[in-house]
Nanobody, 120 residues
């Protein structure tokens, strides 16, 4: 199973970006999907989470500005980021809990990360 993230880049404060992360490979079922980020010198932190049923959770720093969504048919998760601030600068990683077949255990997978830089 691979997670391919895309959509990062350089944006001015107040701008928007949309991140995408597509899961591919041997996938029977995906439980939850999520976005994390890691800024230089800091620990990786959860940004947003979406359950198999579509319930969402956000970090306080993301509430009201970011929206996580999921395309179940495409095994893809999105993160719409609005009103971006310099403190949102980080490498963003997607995460998914995946079952490759009904008889295999759930496994946690990570994407390769996509850089988001918010700067004027």
């Amino acid at each position: 199973v691979q997670l391919q993230a895309s959509g990062g880049g350089l944006v001015q404060p107040g701008g928007s970006l949309r991140l995408s992360c597509a899961a591919s490979g041997s996938i029977f079922s995906i439980h939850h999907m999520a976005w994390y980020r890691q800024a230089p010198g800091k620990q990786r932190e959860l940004v947003a989470f979406i359950s198999s049923g579509g319930n969402t959770t956000y970090a306080d720093s993301a509430k009201g500005r970011f929206t996580i969504s999921r395309d179940y048919a495409k095994n893809t998760v999105y993160l719409q980021m609005n009103s971006l601030k310099p403190e949102d600068t980080a490498v963003y990683y997607c995460n998914a809990l995946v079952q490759s077949s009904p008889s295999t255990p759930w496994r946690n997978y990570w994407g390769q990360g996509t850089q988001v830089t918010v700067s004027s």
